[in-house]
Nanobody
């Protein structure tokens, strides 16, 4: 089992930047990809960005392309999400996720482990 702990959320204004972190521990040796998802009140959890853990290749949801950047630090077993030019519609709980079955996990059903989530609130 993998344990994931997110940090870095908070209350910001539109146009601000925030960096989220996700530290992994436990059985991480067979990770294929890690991703960020988010869930706004009353909405389903949605894919934000994914990074292939071996190659470092990335993919993004259309709504965040050009504003968000996903990255990783192998030595620290940590994943990041740099969020720039934040908009009120980015307000959500952000979750990190890991998958041992998908090289570019983007569906919740392909996630093996979830973090506890971190709230990001963007005021207008």
């Amino acid at each position: 089992q993998v344990q994931l702990v997110e940090s870095g959320g908070g209350l910001v204004q539109a146009g601000d930047s925030v960096r989220l972190s996700c530290v992994a521990s436990g059985r991480t040796w067979n990770t294929l990809s890690r991703a960020w998802f988010r869930q706004a009140p009353g909405k389903d959890r949605e894919f934000v960005a994914v990074i292939a853990w071996v190659t470092g290749s990335t993919e993004y949801a259309d709504s965040v392309k050009g504003r968000f950047t996903i990255s990783k630090d192998d030595a620290q077993n940590t994943m990041y999400l740099q969020m720039n030019n934040l908009k009120p519609e980015d307000t959500a709980v952000y979750y990190c996720a890991t998958s041992t079955i998908s090289a570019f996990v983007s569906l919740p059903e392909h996630v093996d482990s979830w973090g506890q989530g971190t709230q990001v609130t963007v005021s207008s």
